[in-house]
């Protein structure tokens, strides 16, 4: 059984910062892409940040300069440093992994942090 659990979401104002971690158990071999979504109300759950084993990173234009995506390959844990924060930022933010458990890769979901900017 795999479970992701992120922490660090909250309500901060605009111009501030977060720092978001989701980390990664149970019957894990490997991980592959690590990543960061958000679903505001109302829209569909968007790609914010991913990054590859290898550390190759990959962001939405939207944060592009603003968040910094990382992880730490032996606590299998991606971080999200979030500054520069804006009320557009607000939504509930989901960890994703590809992770192989044994058999094959799968796609997991974190339960998601709620995010909350305020102006």
């Known amino acids: 059984q795999v479970q992701l659990v992120e922490s660090g979401g909250g309500l901060v104002q605009a111009g501030g910062s977060l720092r978001l971690s989701c980390a990664a158990s149970g019957s894990i071999f490997s991980i592959n892409a690590m990543g960061w979504y958000r679903q505001a109300p109302g829209k569909q759950r968007e790609l914010v940040a991913a990054?590859?084993?290898?550390?190759?990173?990959n962001y939405a234009d939207s944060v592009k300069g603003r968040f910094t995506i990382s992880r730490d390959n032996a606590k299998n844990t991606v971080y999200l440093q979030m500054n520069s924060l804006k009320p557009e930022d607000t939504a509930v933010y989901y960890c994703n992994a590809e992770i192989f458990p044994g058999s094959d890769y799968v796609y997991y979901w974190g339960q998601g942090t709620q995010v909350t900017v305020s102006s």
């Open positions: 990054i590859t084993s290898g550390g190759s990173t």
